[in-house]
């Protein structure tokens, strides 16, 4: 059975850092991203990454979020730096396993960045 667990959001202040994790069982997976989505606003990626392949990022959050994933430990880290109060917003980490195109889902976790 596949999950997908998050954690790490949390309220920050604009400019501030956070360390989101995803911790996946249940599979061997292939891409691994993170989504978000803001209060009115459709679900987005975020950052994606290819077990073995490239990491894209959304044009937003470029050189401010760093993808990084442990194939030993199954788990994808998202660091956010220099949060802007667009940031705010319940994040998502999606993967699919090998040879598949099922997308599984974990329940998100919220990002609010506030002063």
């Known amino acids: 059975q596949v999950q997908l667990v998050e954690s790490g959001g949390g309220l920050v202040q604009p400019g501030g850092s956070l360390r989101l994790s995803c911790a996946a069982s249940?599979?061997?997976?292939?891409?691994m991203g993170w989504y978000r989505q803001a209060p009115g606003k459709q679900r987005e990626l975020v950052a994606t990454?290819?077990?073995?392949?490239?990491?894209y990022y959304a044009d937003s959050v470029k050189d401010r979020f760093t993808l990084s994933r442990d194939n030993s430990k199954n788990t994808l880290s998202l660091q956010m730096n220099s949060l802007k109060p667009e940031d705010t917003a319940v994040y998502y980490c999606?993967?699919?396993?090998?040879?598949?195109?099922?997308?599984?889902w974990g329940k998100g976790t919220p990002v609010t960045v506030s002063s």
């Open positions: 990454i290819i077990s073995g392949g490239p990491t």
């Open positions: 999606k993967a699919t396993p090998f040879g598949t195109r099922v997308e599984y």
């Open positions: 249940g599979s061997i997976f292939g891409l």
